[in-house]
């Protein structure tokens, strides 16, 4: 028994789901998602709430159970109240700046990185060193995170480059003389 997948997903105000030929599609404040459902699990919408059952007695079906209702539920907070990834920067002249689509990094480089900010993605530079990714879909904006972030991973020596907020980066010891 998945105790994630017994938890029904509840739909806060302003918020309706409807499923059809095969895609459960939500529809919010903030857009509409949708997502194809897998045939061995049952999706129920009941009132202001969805439940996500297993469709029979199958392991695959008990394997996709809590994950589809992890889905359903990013569904539902990406349309009500959406995603943000908020990334640091630390290092000496590394800086950030949105200009209309463009993201312009300073990281080191002998050019400036320029990455063009996708569809249904949002990003704000509060400061020059910290850049904040907001949007509906939960993967799209870690999917753009990470792309930003691979650009200059943390180094564990001086701890320059761009990391999560929160993240840890462990510090090494440098050459010993």
Same mark, same amino acid.
Do not use: C
């Given at each position: ?14 918020? !309706?789901?409807? +499923? ?20 061995? +699990?049952?999706?129920?919408?009941? =009132? !202001?709430? +969805?439940?996500? !059952?297993?469709? !029979?007695? /199958?392991? *695959?079906? *008990? ?20 995603? /943000? ?16 689509? +463009? ?11 320029? #990455? ?5 993605? /949002?990003?704000? /530079? ?8 907001? =949007? ?27 990391? #999560? ?13």
């Amino acid at each position: 028994m998945s105790r994630i997948g017994k938890k029904p997903v509840s739909l806060p105000s302003g918020v !309706n789901a409807q +499923i059809s030929d095969g895609i459960i599609e939500v529809k919010g404040p903030k857009g509409v998602l949708s997502m194809p459902t897998v045939p061995d +699990i049952a999706y129920v919408i009941e =009132g !202001n709430e +969805i439940r996500v !059952n297993p469709a !029979n007695d /199958t392991k *695959r079906a *008990r394997a996709f159970w809590g994950m589809q209702r992890t889905l359903v539920s990013n569904l539902v907070v990406g349309v009500s109240d959406g995603f /943000t990834k908020v990334l640091e920067i630390t290092g000496v002249g590394y800086r950030a700046s949105v200009q209309g689509k +463009i993201l312009k990094l300073q990281l080191g480089y002998s050019h400036d990185v320029n #990455y063009d900010i996708p569809e249904g993605i /949002t990003i704000k /530079t509060p400061d020059q060193t910290t850049v904040e990714i907001t =949007g509906s879909d939960r993967q799209k904006v870690g999917q753009v995170a990470a792309e930003v972030r691979r650009w200059r991973k943390p180094e564990p020596y001086k701890g320059k480059g761009i990391k #999560y907020r929160g993240e840890f980066i462990f510090r090494k010891e440098g050459k010993k003389k």
